[in-house]
């Protein structure tokens, strides 16, 4: 099966740090770019960062710039989401997702350019 997992969420008080990972299996990553996007209780699914296949272009939502760090290990068929100086409005379920295009065609904060979804993770950063 072709699919995505992440794994990785918890609990955690703020300013703490987690790393997710999301794990490809059924397709090799390093022909993907890929993307992390979270969803809060109540609120539409918000995208966070994106990696390209290289790991040379690695752009971040405004509200986690300078916190989080997108990565990948093409070798190991994961990506990786370190996170750190956690707030609690950092709280969502976290999942990654895999880029549609095999070339960059842009919008890679928009859903619609993603074909396959993971099962997410839940971080909840709270004293």
């Known amino acids: 099966d072709v699919q995505l997992q992440a794994s990785g969420g918890g609990l955690v008080q703020p300013g703490g740090s987690l790393r997710l990972s999301c794990a490809a299996s059924?397709?090799?990553?390093?022909?993907?770019?890929m993307s992390w996007f979270r969803e809060a209780p109540g609120k539409g699914r918000e995208w966070v960062s994106f990696?390209?296949?290289?790991?040379?272009?690695?752009p971040y939502a405004d509200s986690v710039k300078g916190r989080f760090t997108i990565s990948r290990d093409n070798a190991k068929n994961v990506v990786y989401l370190e996170m750190n100086s956690l707030k609690p409005e950092d709280t969502a379920v976290y999942s990654c997702?895999?880029?549609?295009?095999?070339?960059?065609?842009?919008?890679?904060?928009?859903?619609?350019?993603?074909?396959?979804w993971g099962q997410g993770t839940l971080v909840t950063v709270s004293s």
């Open positions: 059924g397709f090799s990553l390093s022909n993907y770019d």
């Open positions: 997702a895999r880029y549609r295009h095999s070339y960059f065609a842009g919008q890679v904060s928009s859903l619609d350019q993603y074909n396959l």
């Open positions: 990696i390209n296949v290289y790991g040379g272009y690695t």
